[in-house]
């Protein structure tokens, strides 16, 4: 199975460089015929071939092999920062034009006094929070838009009825109606910035 994905993978990584077999034999130290039986799944390249493909194509042997969909699942990559922000009564993420490092995610959230005490004692003021866009997984924190506004809970779905409870436990929780909430994102990561 991870052949067919890998054969996919490398005609796809080829093309999308604009590179015929030929020259893609070149550039690895291979042979015409070696990358044509690679991309039918015939025969799997030696190591130092594969070190040459991944290295000049700049993926994850995880991308290679068809484990992952991101090219470069351990490398940092820039993420827009957002923070909520209220506008004619509706709560709307507004873009604050900064951008974090981070190895994953979708996008980030800074976390502002709208927020900052349901996330208390966890999540402090500029904090920034991490997202991926994906549905809803048990007992993840999570991003949602209700009734206008946003909340950051820890989510447990029943039926068709989400328990949202806030990290900070003098907040009480709240009842959700699946199909009237709008799940932003999973919360996967933070951002610390530590005081000089």
Do not use: C, W
């Not at 490092?101 to 005490?117: P, S």
């Not at 991926?132 to 048990?138: I, L, P, R």
């Not at 029943?158 to 436990?169: D, M, Q, S, T, Y």
């Amino acid at each position: 199975m991870f052949r067919e994905k890998f054969s996919r993978r490398l005609r796809e990584l080829r093309l999308s460089r604009g590179l015929s077999q030929e020259q893609l034999a070149r550039i690895v130290h291979t042979s015409t015929n070696a990358i044509g039986m690679y991309e039918t799944g015939k025969r799997m390249p030696r190591e130092e071939i594969l070190e040459n493909l991944y290295a000049y194509f700049d993926v994850s042997l995880d991308y290679l092999f068809g484990f992952s969909d991101d090219p470069n699942p351990y490398k940092e990559k820039e993420i827009d920062v957002f923070a909520i922000n209220e506008r004619e009564g509706f709560e709307i993420l507004n873009n604050t034009e900064e951008t974090v490092l981070f190895r994953k995610g979708d996008f980030a959230l800074r976390v502002t006094d709208k927020i900052a005490d349901s996330l208390s004692p966890f999540y402090f003021l500029n904090d920034i929070l991490v997202f991926e866009k994906k549905a809803y997984q048990k007992n993840t924190t999570a991003l949602m838009y209700y009734e206008r506004q946003y909340f950051l809970a820890k989510l447990v779905k029943k039926g068709n009825v989400f328990f949202a409870e806030f990290l900070n436990p003098s907040f009480e929780g709240i009842k959700v109606p699946v199909n009237a909430a709008d799940l932003t994102g999973v919360m996967i990561g933070m951002i610390r910035e530590l005081k000089k």
